[in-house]
């Protein structure tokens, strides 16, 4: 049942790819964004009509979203087929021919690709996700029931409970997740728990549907960086060897897994290549398959998290500069309506998903984190690819970086590395400063350093990939005289590529798998938020609690119950509600039940009837709730269940009468 899970990532977008003649490397790296694209709009579609978010609904919506995107395409395609044939494209095409070659005079957009290519290619995506894979189930002690146990799990996992249940896929409706029950206007991105949603208990249960769409993301990942590289036209082996080595940077996407974690920002992250790929299609196709393509994405990207339409908005700022300029090949008189079209497709597709942001932005752009590095240590940080760590992945960071200065002298994709370099810089700034401005450009991100060092290790694979076959083209060349022209235009450069990134492989102890799953074991564990004996009364609670919402500490890992096992809990976050509140009032004064009348009223207008006291949590140095605090001494709560790590208390039956 498990593999449900990852076909959801990919069907649906498979189905509205091939109705918009998507195919190739470019078709199978962006099914996911494009099932993202679908879901983000269906959110705000079913949800405004009133339509339950269930899974027949759900697939019903894509079958009509394939129809809407589908027909148009073929009727343009239809009328233009009378025209000059239409290229290839770059995802389908040789590129830069074979694998040695260097693209001056061999191959072009229109070219095929060969099988051997493509199975070089195939062969660099598949070392990429094997390492992904075991690096991720090995952070989770290879079981797919590891609950993660920092901040931001339970809230996620919280979201796809409420939205399975309520049938509701509006953004605003999980509201009383956050402890803001009515708050109208209420905002948090869904599209990654909507997907998710109806597939809960029925597919996986809650820790395995959360892992498994976390792994799914991360075999994402080398595909998109394959299709990126093939589709803007670098060789087969780079894309290769990007594609082999894109997992093995702890910055992306292990180190927003372990801490956070940043599920949905990950997920986007991820896809961000796939959406790249997808924009080449703008400037070699004469239809609408790049201009909706793309528009789907965007959607796909904004409704994952609404930070990334910044990210977007960076590279395609700086591609059309580089595309002015001419520094990448464009002809403009092909290509300027359909970027028009693109422009005004994605305006539409994304504004109705964005505008509800706008009003809670503010408690976004507020936020702090301590800066941990000096601007020189910043910048040192960006130049490895090493990021926030405190021991540099010295071989992979280095051959990265020489591979992007070839980017740069080769002239491939040189505006990746220019987009490289700014975030590399915000990063820098964000880690080091603390002003204004600094302030003003990471709002949008938290202020939060560590998701713009998520964004570098793109550019860092494709440099690995450029430094290896520029090493590959340099032996081709010499060992043509001695071996043969065919053997050395193919066999020599994979050669080389093996020997490379072995010994790449062997210098990071095994391409930091050990590294990376260390990281990601240090949140992916039984403890310390929530420990066996918790799941074990959340358990008791679903049998016992009647639908009424259960009294809990908002620090101890109970916030997880709802996600877990069903239970509602009177605190939802870590953060916990407003003293003001009826919550709020039973978290800090449980304690005055006899003396203050509003703590009776809030039990009673609470409906609560039992009170859970767990051992976890979520960090060390918190104490718990004062509301809570010696409990069993209260003469109004007796014990009804507790095991090592938690006990449930249930209110006398005249605990609420007034004195």
């Known amino acids: 049942m498990g593999a449900l899970v990852v076909l959801a990532f990919w069907l649906p977008g498979l189905a509205l790819g091939l109705t918009l003649r998507l195919r190739g490397w470019t078709l199978a790296a962006a099914a996911p964004v494009l099932t993202f694209g679908g879901i983000s709009i269906g959110t705000v579609v079913l949800g405004r009509l009133g339509i339950p978010w269930d899974l027949l609904n759900v697939v019903l919506w894509f079958a009509v979203l394939a129809l809407v995107v589908g027909v148009?395409?073929?009727?343009?395609?239809?009328?233009?087929?009378g025209s000059a044939a239409a290229p290839a494209t770059g995802d389908d095409a040789a590129g830069h021919g074979s694998a040695a070659s260097d693209g001056t005079s061999a191959g072009t957009d229109a070219a095929p690709r060969p099988l051997r290519d493509n199975l070089l290619v195939l062969a660099g995506v598949v070392a990429g996700m094997a390492v992904g894979v075991v690096t991720f189930m090995r952070g989770l002690g290879w079981s797919l029931a590891t609950i993660n146990q920092d901040w931001d799990a339970p809230y996620h996992g919280n979201a796809i409970r409420?939205?399975?249940?309520?049938?509701?896929?509006?953004?605003?409706?999980?509201a009383?997740?956050?402890?803001?029950?009515?708050?109208?206007?209420?905002?948090?991105?869904?599209?990654?728990?909507?997907?998710?949603?109806?597939?809960?208990?029925?597919?996986?249960?809650?820790?395995?549907?959360?892992?498994?769409?976390?792994?799914?993301?991360?075999?994402?990942?080398?595909?998109?960086?394959?299709?990126?590289?093939?589709?803007?036209?670098?060789?087969?082996?780079?894309?290769?060897?990007?594609?082999?080595?894109?997992?093995?940077?702890?910055?992306?996407?292990?180190?927003s897994l372990w801490r956070g974690p940043l599920w949905p920002f990950v997920a986007g992250v991820a896809l961000v290549p796939a959406t790249l790929a997808l924009a080449r299609r703008i400037f070699t196709d004469r239809g609408l398959t790049g201009p909706l393509a793309v528009a789907l994405a965007l959607a796909g990207l904004v409704g994952l998290h609404t930070s990334l339409a910044f990210v977007v908005a960076v590279y395609a700022v700086i591609l059309l500069v580089f595309l002015a300029v001419r520094l990448e090949p464009v002809d403009w008189r092909r290509s300027a309506l359909p970027l028009a079209v693109t422009a005004v497709l994605a305006v539409l597709a994304v504004v109705p998903i964005v505008l509800p942001a706008f009003g809670p932005s503010a408690g976004v752009t507020a936020a702090q984190w301590a800066e941990f590095a000096?601007?020189?240590?910043?910048?040192?940080?960006?130049?490895?690819?090493?990021?926030?760590?405190?021991?540099?992945?010295?071989?992979?960071?280095?051959?990265?970086?020489?591979?992007?200065?070839?980017?740069?002298?080769?002239?491939?994709?040189?505006?990746?590395?220019?987009?490289?370099?700014?975030?590399?810089?915000?990063?820098?700034?964000?880690?080091?400063?603390?002003?204004?401005?600094?302030d003003l450009v990471t709002g949008p991100f938290y202020n939060d350093a560590w998701r713009f060092a998520a964004l570098l290790?793109?550019?860092?694979?494709?440099?690995?990939?450029?430094?290896?076959?520029?090493?590959?083209?340099?032996?081709?060349?010499?060992?043509?005289?001695?071996?043969?022209?065919?053997?050395?235009?193919?066999?020599?450069?994979v050669a080389v590529a093996l020997v490379a990134v072995a010994v790449l492989g062997v210098l990071g102890k095994g391409a930091y798998i050990g590294r990376n799953s260390e990281r990601l074991a240090q949140s992916n564990?039984?403890?310390?938020?929530?420990?066996?004996?918790?799941?074990?009364?959340?358990?008791?609670?679903?049998?016992?609690?009647?639908?009424?919402?259960?009294?809990?500490?908002?620090?101890?890992?109970?916030?997880?119950?709802?996600a877990l096992a069903g239970v509602k809990p009177v605190e939802w976050t870590f953060y916990g509600a407003t003293e003001e509140s009826d919550a709020g009032r039973l978290t800090w004064h449980l304690q005055e039940i006899d003396t203050d009348p509003s703590v009776r009223e809030a039990i009673r207008e609470l409906g609560v009837k039992y009170f859970l006291v767990g051992r976890g949590l979520v960090r060390a140095e918190m104490k718990p709730a004062p509301g809570l605090e010696d409990i069993e001494d209260m003469p109004q709560m007796r014990k009804v269940y507790s095991n090592p790590d938690a006990a449930v208390y249930e209110l006398v039956d005249d605990a609420l009468a007034d004195s």
């Not at 148009?72 to 087929?81: F, I, S, Y």
């Not at 809650?206 to 670098?234: D, E, F, K, T, Y």
Request: aromatic share 12%; hydrophobic share 50%; proline share 8%.
């Open 72 to 81: 148009p395409t073929w009727l343009v395609a239809r009328r233009k087929a």
């Open 162 to 174: 409420w939205i399975s249940e309520h049938e509701d896929s509006l953004p605003a409706s999980l």
């Open 176 to 255: 009383p997740t956050a402890n803001l029950p009515g708050k109208v206007d209420y905002f948090y991105p869904n599209t990654y728990h909507a997907l998710l949603a109806p597939m809960l208990d029925g597919v996986a249960a809650m820790p395995q549907l959360l892992n498994l769409a976390v792994l799914s993301v991360v075999i994402a990942w080398p595909l998109g960086i394959a299709a990126l590289a093939l589709a803007w036209r670098m060789p087969p082996l780079t894309a290769a060897v990007a594609a082999a080595v894109s997992t093995w940077f702890t910055a992306f996407p292990y180190d």
């Open 374 to 438: 000096t601007p020189v240590e910043g910048f040192g940080q960006v130049a490895l690819f090493s990021p926030v760590t405190g021991f540099p992945q010295w071989f992979l960071g280095a051959a990265a970086c020489a591979g992007v200065v070839l980017m740069v002298l080769h002239r491939r994709m040189p505006w990746v590395v220019a987009t490289y370099v700014v975030f590399g810089a915000v990063y820098a700034a964000c880690a080091s400063l603390d002003n204004d401005f600094v």
């Open 457 to 493: 290790p793109l550019a860092g694979a494709l440099g690995v990939g450029e430094l290896v076959w520029t090493l590959a083209r340099s032996a081709s060349e010499r060992a043509s005289s001695r071996v043969g022209a065919a053997r050395a235009a193919f066999a020599v450069p």
């Open 525 to 562: 564990k039984s403890g310390p938020t929530v420990l066996p004996g918790e799941r074990d009364a959340y358990r008791w609670l679903a049998e016992h609690s009647e639908g009424k919402p259960v009294m809990n500490d908002r620090l101890d890992g109970s916030v997880w119950m709802y």
